[in-house]
């Protein structure tokens, strides 16, 4: 499904970060890999390092920090907040939406919108999309975008297909009304037949945590998890990006009657170095206008990678002038999601820890 | 058939690959030799094949007629 707006923009982006750091060989004796295989799994996907929460932090922790430090900064007034919407698959609770519990816990103004948003890898994508229609309407004039997730404490530490690449973090970004009139081109597709790629199989309604849920069991790699752990069909994953994602991009860009050459940055989500080089590669453009360093730096947080890519390699270069970026989305769900827009003198782009 | 299997030896970094074994049979076979084999296939063959069906192969013979049966 393509979508087209106008006169909109992100005045903002911040994004927060664990300040603990945990290395890959740090766990890589809990895998069932000799070292040496280990390290050349490290050096195929780009492993080194990555940003996990302290044990009680959970992912309204993030972005209540990364809030206060936008309101204590003057880089954002809280009362002219029109909508929260709060892209999860952490949220704090079943009920009540994490989102309201942010509104409430800064004591923000009753006429707006809260909305809780369960998506992942995706989840910037989505989010966007959504707080651009929400700003079609004329009671609308600033949405404040949290994507947040902490499931570090959902992967096994014995599962060397997502523990050394799993991060936490959280952004907050800012959409608002602008007198630009260039257009944001954006599409977005799901195939729910494939909604099992990636999965946590209990502790939902349909299979509560229980001790059954809890014990360990090895899979036919070699890797340990139980019921309560997120479980990733890596092959599964793997083919469906490179099935899916070229084709979306061409025609995003064929929508908007651009080339390749002509995009800036190509700032996708980061499942790992590899899966981005190989989509690089099949795309024709250069690994130097999509990084790939994320993941190695802080891990993949889901939805918060496209925001920290955009934190860490663009900074200032989006304060002061104008990048034309490419961004995508793509695994959970399945789900995959792309926005052309110009990204440019934006109030602030950094990164801070939690 | 020799450049695939060329590009295997490579990908595993075996010398000299025997045909009539399994995947499975090397010790240098595991998830992240299965991804490199996706990889090389959806690059270079046009073709998608998942873990499950590179583990039903009897021989890698007979893998490489798959392949070079079923390129794009």
Redesign the interface.
């Known amino acids: 499904m393509d979508f087209i707006f106008r006169n909109k923009r992100i005045s903002g982006i911040l994004t927060v970060l664990p300040g603990r750091t945990v290395t890959f060989e740090e766990e890589m004796g809990n895998y069932s890999?000799s070292a040496a295989?280990s390290m050349?799994?490290k050096l195929?996907m780009g492993y080194k390092e990555h940003r996990i929460a302290r044990p009680g932090q959970c992912s309204s922790d993030f972005c209540i920090h990364g809030l206060q430090y936008l309101f204590d900064n003057g880089l954002l007034d809280k009362d002219s907040i029109d909508a929260l919407l709060f892209v999860s698959q952490s949220p704090d609770y079943y009920m009540p939406p994490t989102s309201n519990i942010i509104q409430g816990h800064f004591n923000m103004k009753h006429d707006m919108v809260c909305l809780d948003i369960n998506q992942g890898c995706a989840g910037f994508e989505i989010g966007l999309i959504q707080a651009f229609m929400m700003l079609e309407q004329p009671a609308v004039n600033k949405v404040v975008l949290l994507n947040a997730d902490v499931l570090s404490p959902k992967v096994s530490d014995r599962d060397?297909?997502s523990k050394p690449l799993i991060g936490d973090a959280a952004s907050v970004t800012v959409i608002e009304k602008s007198d630009d009139s260039s257009v944001i081109h954006a599409n977005v597709r799901m195939d729910g037949t494939g909604a099992f790629a990636l999965n946590i199989p209990a502790g939902g309604f349909r299979l509560p945590s229980s001790p059954e849920t809890a014990v360990m069991e090895e899979d036919?790699?070699g890797n340990f998890r139980s019921k309560d752990n997120l479980v990733m069909q890596?092959?599964?994953v793997?083919?469906f990006v490179?099935?899916e994602v070229p084709p979306m991009i061409d025609h995003l860009l064929e929508q908007a009657g651009i080339s390749k050459d002509d995009v800036d940055w190509y700032m996708f989500h980061q499942p790992n170095k590899?899966m981005l080089h190989?989509l690089a590669?099949?795309l024709g453009v250069p690994y130097g206008k999509m990084p790939a360093n994320i993941v190695e730096n802080f891990g993949n947080a889901s939805g918060v990678t496209v925001p920290t890519n955009i934190s860490y390699n663009l900074g200032d270069s989006v304060v002061e002038g104008t990048r034309l970026v490419c961004m995508a989305g793509f695994g959970v769900g399945l789900t995959w999601s792309s926005i052309l827009m110009e990204l440019g003198n934006m109030n602030f782009n950094q990164i801070i820890e939690f | 058939m020799e450049q695939l299997i060329e590009q295997l030896q490579e990908l595993l970094e075996i010398d000299s690959i025997d045909l009539t074994k399994k995947f499975s049979d090397y010790d240098e076979w595991d998830s992240l030799a299965a991804l490199s084999v996706m990889a090389l296939l959806d690059s270079d063959y046009g073709m998608a094949i998942k873990n499950s069906e590179l583990m039903a192969f009897k021989s890698i013979k007979e893998f490489c007629e798959y392949v070079l049966a079923n390129r794009k």
Do not use: W, Y
């Open positions: 890999f295989k050349k799994l195929a060397r297909n036919s790699a890596g092959d599964n793997f083919n490179q099935r590899f190989k590669d099949k």
